[in-house]
């Protein structure tokens, strides 16, 4: 018998668990085209609903004349404000404490706002009848700029009561929405007055968009017999719609189904509730027909969440060898006309009080100003944790600012900043606790990894060449360290609407040994079925090829609040853990009943109980998993379930040092990246070739947004970036070669230590390129050009620097 | 993105392509590889009543590279023009410049006769036919007839070809000597932010021609002559280069777009023809 066991390092391998890079079990479908979208639900009798939209970016509605769509064939209905004022769904809660319009009411704050939505037999006539609604609008001034925003007279939201405080407190003008404080001013003011070196710099990060390759759509289907709604949609947090559904319809919950199918990429765009699903939820009440509605990709660029749009006022104080001794920021931010931001609700600005990223800074101060413009609402964390691409993009920034100021190497300047190792659990001047890191050991990784010194003496030798007028080309070199703040969240600061952002994980074993979980995230392309599963087997011994996860079926998966920020592994990871836990001491004591044991004289080894001292006796999990379903066992039940409810005890803080070495071509502007090195500490790694594929693709959408992806407006609030044409996707073609890396620093407070990894990429891969871009043009005296870097703008820069003759 | 109803017509031949057309006039449109046209009726900025697909119509294929002279059927897909080695060896500008636009997936489908008939001033075939001194052969109800590249394009979308007529073929001289296409883009996909076709002859050491059209910096291609002329018979040193492209500059008139302001096209447009040009020579 006991030559027959397998050796133990075969039986952990067998389980494909933590550590493993177990190929993706989503794939056979997605590689088939055998996916499963919101578009591809097909019902019998199913409508199609599409938007008539402003074409203007601020005018007054004066009149909707339906008659000419009404009359033509295959049109069912017309919905404008006035059809759905009566049920008090004219107007929805936004997720930041604001409200939005769902149909224009009375007045249009943004180009592509909702006017009316038509009801269609088919999609076809439904786009032929919104070009037959007349609708009168009389224009107003615009409002794009938001610093002038706050000192027009012209009022955006006349629905406001302009001497009312906000959600988030006081308003000083009409078009403010809020302002938000951390750390301490005072404290912060005195230190930069007293200071040595003070840098001061505006650091924009501009409007952009998550653009996920599938759009926003849902699928409303009301059973008028049972009372029961349904609505298959593209949602991030599909229990938060069930509940915010309930909550706006007065449909009660439990007659609510709400299911995420396969969604084709969310990076935050899909967190948010959107005029398309209350309108085809009310459409399907009053039809009693299924009725569909998936945007286009204009529809997306123009309407849908934006995000980013912060302009970060930024100074630094240090002394003159470098110690940095204090950071004040005062940021406007640009919401657009409806607050619509998708944030925890006691943080109207985010997580932006991370700001004050890697380093040991001993006072700051952090002010926020919402305001409103006209601009699509939005806000959303795209592929990031609430702001914190903002916050780490201006601390990096400014760092690279100190060292001009102070004539030191950026590299240099880090590292004599960074928390120590012994520094953690470290307390942040604005409020956080960091509960781990080691960034002196990723940095010298890092920075031997690429040779930096080396690199140095060249770009060196090619300024000189650039000088003689050997060469028309600069080398920049765009140094990272950045740390997020991820796994909202403890749910004392934590919560969306009231609900506390905790997750969930159920598990039931099968009586063969096979098992299903189910939580209350949803992958958009993550991965969770294929990772949850590892931490599972680890966990409970089962392999993980024997387990499915499942999610996004509100009537089936316990609550949670859905996959964004990071969050699942810190939070639903945890929880997975957690519950298997549970599954774990129950089946230490059916064991113990097995082998006739104390259940203390049984311990847990792989994928199986044995009795202490004694290995060749033993149960494993398979035999202990029929046991429960077939034995009657005194004082246990039947049956091997378990359910956890996790709640952080704290965030998780992964970090990285990322550098980019960067091609510029002065005259043309293009760039070209030589090489791109990212080392990243997401603490335990559950699947490494995952965490390499998120890296991947998370550095790519940073590289769109830095060297050219934007949503821009003209001085009228026209949209002029509202297809791909314009707005930046990058292919294969413009994708540089990433070199991956890591450090472990496991989180100690997280159950396997396990800290997030989708958007460390975004956060640091932004000011990697950024800080290439502009470090290629140190030497001949730039401090800070706005993003997005593309051809004309790095162009612009060597034009205003003199390098064009 | 959904169009507006349309008729659908699928004709086997020429006559009964511009009998359709006759009778719709301008609610008719010839679709080639319609990745313009399509993408354009999606938005709904062009209304199309009648659609007439032309790849059905016998005849409007195919390469042919006989004694000097160059012709290419008005569907043949810019995937075909990179494949052909004949045409790779009589006039490589076409295969380099082919390679720059769109991507796989577009060139399967795209074709010369709709790159060059549609009057889009992004599209790279047109300005690249003005620099070869291309003939464009055009169908219409009075039978055939010729036009030059040079003499086609009027303004953005406005061709010399009247709403009757179908364009059949491009068929010009076997270039001599260099070339080289060079083209600035944003990424893959795009249209030129400035793009420079260049043929360049040398003799003795000194230009003996030189011929160079603009692409995406005014409202129509731009094939400059004085810009040639600044070349011929010099040894296109650095003087040369510097003349050609202040001919070239009074020639253009671009604007700005979401490609940026028209000072950084002009720089852009100096500095893709300059490469142009050494490229050419350094091939001539």
Known sequence: MNDMTPEREERVAGLKGLGCSRKRVEDARFTQGKGNYVDDLKMPGMLHGDFVRSPYAHARVKSINTEAAMALDGV???????????LGLHWMPTLAGDKQMVLADGKVLFQGQEVAYVIARDRYIAADAVELVEVEYEELPVLTDPFEALKSDVVLREDLDPAAPGAHGPRKHPNHIFTWEAGDREATEQVLAEADVVAEEMVYYHRTHPCPLETCGCVASMDKVNGKLTLWGTFQAPHAIRTVVSLISGIEEHNIRVISPDIGGGFGNKVGAYAGYVCSVVASIVTGQPVKWVEDRMENLMTTAFARDYWMKGKIAATKEGKITGLWCHTTADHG???????????????????????DIPTAYLAVDGV???????????????????????????????????????????RINFIRKDQFPYQSALGWEYDSGDYHTAWDKALNAVGYDDLRKEQAERIEAFKRGETRKLLGIGLTHFTEIVGAGPVKNC???????????EIRIHPTGSAIARLGTISQGQGHATTFAQILASEIGIPADSITVEEGDTDTAPYGLGTYGSRSTPVAGAATAMAGRKIRAKAQMIAAYLLEVHDDDVEFDVDRFVIKGAPERFKTMKEIAFAAYNQAIPGIEPGLEAVSYYDPPNMTYPFGAYICVMEIDVDTGEHQIRQFYALDDCGTRINPMIIEGQVHGGLTEALAIAMGQEIA?????????????????????????????????????????AKGVGESPNVGGVPAFSNAVHDAFRAFGL???????????IWKIADDLGLHG | MIPAAFDYYRPKDMGDVVALLQEHGDDARVMAGGHSLIPMMKLRMAEIAHLIDLQDVAGLGGISVESGQITLGAMVTQHEIIDSDALRAAAPILHEAALQIADPQ???????????ANGDPGNDMPGLMQCLDATFTLVGPDGKREVAARGFYHAAYMTDRDDSEVLTSVSFAAPKGGYAYEKQKRKIGDYATAAAAVQIEKSGGVCASASIAMTNLSDTPIWSETAGAALVGTKVDDAAIAAAIAAMQADIEPVEDNRGPAAFKRHAAATVLTRAIRRAWDRA
């Open chain 1, 76 to 86: 069912v209905a017309v919905l404008t404000a006035a059809d759905l004022a009566p």
């Open chain 1, 337 to 359: 006309g409806f607050d619509a931001c998708a944030d925890p609700t006691k943080f109207p600005a985010g997580f932006m009080n991370i700001c004050t990223g890697s380093y």
């Open chain 1, 372 to 414: 409103y413009t006209n601009k699509a609402p939005g806000g959303v964390a795209y592929r990031c944790s609430f702001r914190v691409t903002e916050a780490a993009y201006f601390i990096e920034r400014m760092i690279e600012v100190l060292a001009i100021e102070l004539n030191m190497d950026a590299a240099e300047l880090r």
């Open chain 1, 495 to 505: 919560d969306i609407l009231g609900l506390g952002m905790f997750d969930s994980c």
């Open chain 1, 713 to 753: 407006y003209d001085e009228m609030g026209n949209c002029k970036t509202g297809t791909l044409m314009d707005f930046f996707l990058p292919t294969a073609w413009e994708t540089p070669h990433y070199t991956t890396d890591h450090t472990v620093t496991p989180s100690p407070h997280h159950p396997i230590g």
């Open chain 1, 783 to 793: 401090r800070q050009s706005h993003m997005p870097h593309d051809h004309w703008r």
């Open chain 2, 106 to 116: 577009v060139r399967y489908m795209g074709t010369v006769g709709g790159n060059v």
